[in-house]
């Protein structure tokens, strides 16, 4: 029993000993945490550095684009064709995914030899023999008689345009084959098989095998978005944001990006991580200089790397007695086979006797235990590395999400991570040690590449279908030229049609005389108080105005909720809760006892009698007081304020608040003669010459028309271009058949659910398009409208050339960030004669409601004189 445990003492004390002498040997190859955490950064600086458009061309990692745009969801279904080209073997799959909810697919393949001869040969006998043999698999499979679309898994660094082009930059691993490089290899491709008359292949795909990998396992686990392979070469790949891809026009959504990292180091960043012997294995390579990051980690390379090592240790007398063996200086004897048995837990040094052994080298049992913890620090430091720059993948999908924490999977391929039998959890250990703010799940591609590139396949197939949905569904809100002019015009003869008394009742275009007949002239001056109504906030304001050379305007307001119930209750309650609010401000403000002019603006069309009297036409924007509509809103403002018996106020104007914007606007500029609201609502207003307005008496001068043209085609006379979604939207509104300018929001989620999306799905690409359409449109509308004001402003003046400024107001204009490009454009190509100018209103109809009460004062003024 003592022999036994002295023997088991000795064993335990060799072991330790042979290790330290190799961990001293080797100790440039074992990788601490700071140093993995540097890579990491060095990994993160090259990522950036390869994805701008300046940067691109001298960057190492490459940060190729690879044109795949979505992940697979499941709704996927088909035959297709795939074949793999990049490994050891050449490999032909037929793949049918079923749309049977299960997300199910069936995988049938063939292996291929790849021969030296084809491998590094040129390029017509290599794409003829894949040609070859796909030729063979589909006679195998008795697929002759089909026409298959085809996904093509290409292993090697190209540059894509487009899906199904890719353009090799360089060779990798053990091909070089000539003539390739510099050329799309799918047009190669499909000119090999054309050689062949009897089958039919469509090449929908180019994808590299990186990407097969992350969407054959992005089809179980949807979660995926990385993928990885590490076998004969290594690379890895990721969903990028758009927005941060210089290389590809675009900024929504997300791209599929092959990193191409084989070649990190390349420009000397890992200059100080790399060994004599990864010098030396570099120097005898095919690619000297090149994927020197690849060179410390595949399988093609490790095994070199071991022999290296030994080599150089016998020569100095560290193993075998010092006796080196012809087959120790043979190039390629050692493989990533015989390191992976060596390193086996139970048979490991009995494995690595025999291999030895073969080798001639007669290895002692020190001398075993040596070897075997060589091949562990060599794979080890393969696996940290791969870990290092992973890590910093995972920390960039984390910090785009711009989350704290993130949970993803990895899908992982190749020999090197299928068969050695400690690299995979060493790999998960330490990934998991440098970014611990990711829950990381490693997901085993059982199918491999060629399935992946089916997937990408039948993911294109799908996103082409929903892009004929898309168009079939937007394509009505695509307006020409030549439909813009149609609808100025028709703008232009309903304006018409409400100017004159015998045609107004019957205009969808009202036209309604406001009785504002002057604009600001700066000698305006005292305090008003000026309510505003319009949406489902009111507001009450203190304006105070100063003139001369101390011209100014101050503001005081407050901001009070209309409660759904009011708004749409009865007229009473409606106008008691303004007055309320009114209370409140005056006796917020310390004005209770005064008696001031007052503005109200009222942003609901009205017929006006004169500037103090307003009988309501007709509610829009979600109001639907009863009592209201036909009466004088004025009167009713009076009545509610008798009934409080608290305070009285003298109302001198009541006003559209497109009219308040334009006289806000006109204060700071004298040319501004038109008001524009694009907000919850829209409308139009302008200064018409008073012998143009049969409606009203009188010739001389000038006065302000509110068109009220949301009201415009209520006759039909654009239904040519209204859509299935204007009408449906029309049908669930609160005033059906009226008002034909409907809030964009609507429409958008009418076409979403018809493409049979949630109105919150989050593939902001069809989002951003629909968006993008109804917007557009909108845009275009209404600068269809306001072109037809602006050059019926030309006519009146009798001018070839007019310069205006238009006052505009509304959250649509304010926030949306193409509405007022697509509308001044518009504006401009239909009203070519017109110099219009856009002038912000900052401070809101309000203002403008006090500024026409003090003009109405002035005008007031001057007549009693």
Not at 554 to 561: H, L, P, S, V
């Amino acid at each position: 029993m003592f022999a036994v445990h002295l023997l088991a003492f000795h064993f335990t004390k060799l072991k330790e000993d042979q290790i330290k002498k190799v961990d001293r040997y080797l100790y440039h190859m074992r990788l601490s945490d700071d140093v993995l955490l540097d890579v990491m950064a060095r990994f993160q600086a090259e990522m950036v550095k390869g994805l701008g458009r300046d940067t691109n061309p001298t960057a190492t990692v490459k940060m190729l684009p690879s044109f795949v745009r979505s992940l697979p969801d499941g709704s996927e279904k088909g035959d297709f064709l795939a074949v793999d080209l990049g490994g050891s073997q050449f490999r032909a799959h037929q793949v049918k995914v079923f749309d049977d909810g299960k997300q199910s697919s069936q995988l049938e393949s063939k292996f291929y030899p790849t021969p030296k001869e084809v491998i590094q040969g040129n390029g017509a006998e290599l794409f003829d023999y894949v040609a070859d043999c796909l030729l063979d698999f589909m006679e195998t499979k008795n697929l002759k008689h089909k026409k298959l679309p085809l996904g093509f898994t290409f292993s090697f660094p190209c540059k894509q345009t487009k899906l199904e082009e890719g353009v090799l930059l360089a060779w990798t691993k053990h091909f070089k084959v000539r003539g390739v490089q510099d050329t799309d290899v799918v047009s190669a491709l499909r000119k090999a098989l054309q050689k062949h008359k009897d089958i039919d292949i469509d090449v929908l795909a180019l994808v590299n095998d990186t990407v097969g990998t992350m969407m054959t396992c992005g089809y179980d686990d949807q979660r995926c978005e990385v993928g990885l392979i590490i076998g004969t070469g290594t690379n890895a790949c990721y969903m990028e944001e758009m927005r941060h891809i210089d290389l590809v026009e675009g900024d929504e959504g997300r791209m599929c990006i092959n990193t191409e990292w084989g070649a990190f180091g390349d420009d000397g960043a890992l200059d100080d991580l790399r060994t004599e012997f990864d010098r030396e294995l570099d120097l005898g390579s095919l690619n000297p200089g090149k994927q020197l990051f690849e060179k410390m980690i595949s399988s093609l390379y490790l095994g070199e790397l071991v022999r290296l090592i030994l080599l150089k240790m016998t020569k100095e007398g560290l193993l075998f007695n010092g006796k080196v063996s012809t087959a120790l200086l043979t190039k390629g004897k050692i493989e990533m086979k015989h390191v992976s048995a060596m390193e086996k837990y139970k048979e490991g040094l009995s494995n690595t006797k025999e291999i030895l052994t073969e080798l001639n080298l007669f290895p002692s049992e020190e001398d075993c235990i040596a070897v075997q913890h060589v091949c562990t620090i060599v794979s080890f430091r393969s696996a940290n590395l791969c870990a290092a720059t992973l890590a910093a993948i995972l920390t960039r999908l984390r910090e785009n999400k711009k989350l704290l924490r993130m949970r993803t999977t990895v899908g992982i391929d190749g020999g090197l991570y299928k068969t050695h039998p400690q690299y995979a959890k060493r790999l998960h250990k330490v990934v998991r040690r440098l970014v611990p703010n990711c829950d990381v799940r490693f997901l085993l591609s059982v199918s491999g590449s060629g399935k992946g590139a089916a997937m990408v396949t039948a993911v294109a197939y799908r996103l082409a279908a929903q892009r004929k949905q898309i168009d079939a569904a937007l394509a009505p809100f695509l307006l020409s030229l030549e439909t813009l002019r149609e609808v100025k015009n028709k703008m232009r003869t309903e304006v018409e049609y409400g100017l004159k008394r015998e045609t107004q009742a019957s205009a969808t275009v009202k036209m309604l005389p406001t009785y504002v007949c002057g604009t600001p002239d700066g000698t305006e001056k005292g305090k008003f108080l000026a309510l505003d109504l319009g949406g489902t906030n009111f507001r009450v304001l203190l304006v105070k105005i100063r003139s001369g050379r101390r011209r100014s305007v101050q503001m005081y307001n407050k901001i009070f909720a209309i409660p759904l119930e009011i708004m749409q209750g009865t007229g009473e309650e409606l106008f008691d809760h303004i007055v309320q609010c009114i209370a409140d401000f005056l006796e917020y403000m310390g004005i209770k006892g005064a008696r001031l002019p007052l503005g109200f603006t009222f942003s609901f069309p009205c017929r006006q009698a004169s500037i103090d009297k307003g009988t309501l036409v007709g509610w829009t924007k979600g109001f639907k007081a009863t009592d209201c509509e036909g009466e004088d809103v004025v009167d009713m403002l009076r009545e509610a304020i008798r009934r409080r018996n608290e305070f009285d106020l003298d109302i001198v104007a009541v006003v559209n608040d497109t009219v308040g914007t334009m006289m806000t606007c006109g204060y700071e500029d004298p040319n501004c003669e038109i008001g524009l609201i694009a907000g919850t609502g829209s409308n139009v207003c302008y200064m018409e010459d008073m012998k143009n307005i049969e409606i009203v008496e009188g010739n001389e001068g000038k006065m302000c028309i509110n068109t009220e043209w949301g009201g415009f085609g209520d006759n039909g006379c654009i239904d040519n271009i209204r859509t299935q979604y204007d009408k449906e939207v029309d049908e669930g509104s609160l005033n059906p058949g009226k008002q034909s300018d409907r809030l964009a929001l609507l429409q958008v989620r009418r076409i979403l659910q018809q493409l049979g999306l949630d109105s919150t799905c989050e593939d902001s690409i069809i989002v951003k398009e629909v968006c993008g359409a109804v917007s557009k449109r909108a845009a275009q509308l209404c600068g269809a409208g306001l072109a037809a004001i602006v050059e019926k402003k030309r006519e009146n003046r009798g001018v070839e050339h007019l310069q205006i400024t238009v006052g505009v107001d509304g959250t649509l204009y304010k926030l949306h960030p193409h509405f007022s490009r697509v509308l001044r454009e518009t504006v401009k190509e239909l009203a070519p004669q017109c110099d219009v100018t856009f002038m912000l209103s900052e401070d809101g109809s309000g203002k403008g409601a006090a500024l026409i009460t003090a003009v109405a004062k002035r005008l007031h003024n001057v007549g009693q004189k």
